[in-house]
């Protein structure tokens, strides 16, 4: 049994084990103030071009959403996410744990637009309701779609304009970041959002997300919130090692690369064969519609998930490819869809 089901099934990259292994001895600072993270720190910066940012590195991509939004927002205000967002569906209201509400619209592809928000402003005009301030997308989104630059734009001064923040789940944000569509580099992004992270656990990293802050009215006291949270790693160095590792040469690249490349090569074998997708995808996660008898067959060699199902007959399932999938794995999938299909 071969697992498609996520990118976090496998461990780490062997290099990040090894560079954990050879420090493992040494005595260091706790708490992201050890020499591993600081100069972590100082690389992601000067990989993204920008010195006036913050940079904090998260165990998991649920608690830097539930830290960040928590911090972001105060207590009567609210964040608008796609119905299909990561915060809404699968987070366990951790964000509405912390009092805050989730405004939900349905999007396109997975997707906000300026004309989405207008309508949960238009919908929330008093303190009578709670307040739009903080709009969540993520990229790649939870069904595998993309933001163009131009659709961050719009985004971003959408909510210039009407004073909201514009946070970033980049959970994905490898994949995104290098499909052969996107337009978008690393460093454009502190100028569109105003809070993003870049994702480790999903591309080679142990754990870890580098949440990176670009908006200087939100950066005062976070590492409290961190703390409060129970965030603030005794062993810091731990994320710190990994995140070095993987942005001191192009590994977090490559990784991101391989991934979308296996995932293209599914979608191409499924396109021969004239199969229909759920969504428009070009990142490491593809959803196709197959017959439900395909699907049955299929699991007796492969894990994946079964989304939703489309009709009596069909489901779409998701494919999700990893830093770590293995061609022949791939390939094997392919005949055994060539055979079936």
């Known amino acids: 049994m071969y697992s498609f089901k996520n990118d976090y099934s496998e461990g780490a990259h062997p290099r990040i084990l090894n560079a954990l292994l050879e420090t493992n001895m040494e005595q260091d600072e706790g708490y992201g103030e050890d020499r591993y993270s600081r100069k972590a720190i100082e690389l992601i910066k000067e990989k993204i071009g920008r010195n006036d940012i913050d940079i904090h590195f998260i ?60 309508v949960v402003l238009d919908a929330h005009p008093d303190e009578h309701m709670v307040k739009p301030k903080l709009v969540y997308i993520s990229n790649s989104t939870e069904i595998g779609s993309i933001y163009t630059k131009r659709e961050l734009q719009e985004l971003h001064d959408f909510c210039q304009h009407n004073q909201l923040i514009l946070y970033m789940d ?50 005062e006291d976070f590492r409290y919130h961190i703390k409060q949270k129970g965030a603030l790693l005794a062993k810091g160095r731990l994320m710190g090692i990994q995140f070095l590792e993987l942005f001191r040469d192009n590994l977090f690249f490559d990784l991101a690369i391989h991934a979308n490349k296996m995932a293209g090569r599914i ?13 428009h ?23 994946f998930h079964i989304w939703e199902k489309v009709d009596s007959d069909s489901s779409a399932i998701r494919f999700v490819t990893s830093w770590a999938t293995k061609e022949e794995e791939v390939t094997s999938l392919i005949e055994d869809l060539k055979k079936f299909l």
């Open 170 to 219: 980049g959970a994905r944000l490898g994949s995104a970041l290098c499909s052969e569509v996107n337009d978008l580099q690393l460093c454009d992004l502190p100028k569109l959002v105003d809070a993003f992270y870049i994702g480790g656990t999903k591309n080679g990293a142990l754990i870890g997300e580098a949440l990176v802050i670009s908006r200087e009215s939100l950066k």
């Open 59 to 118: 165990s998991g991509g649920t608690q830097t959403n539930l830290i960040a939004i928590s911090a972001f927002l105060r207590p009567h205000e609210a964040a608008i996410a796609v119905s299909s967002g990561h915060i809404l569906g699968h987070e366990t209201g951790a964000i509405e744990a912390t009092g805050h509400k989730i405004l939900s619209v349905e999007g396109k592809n997975g997707k906000l637009t300026p004309a989405d928000l207008q």
């Open 267 to 279: 979608r191409e074998q499924l396109l021969n064969a004239n199969v229909k997708f759920l969504t």
């Open 281 to 303: 995808s070009p990142s490491n996660q593809i959803f196709p519609i197959l017959p439900n008898a395909v699907i049955t067959e299929l699991q007796n060699k492969y894990a």
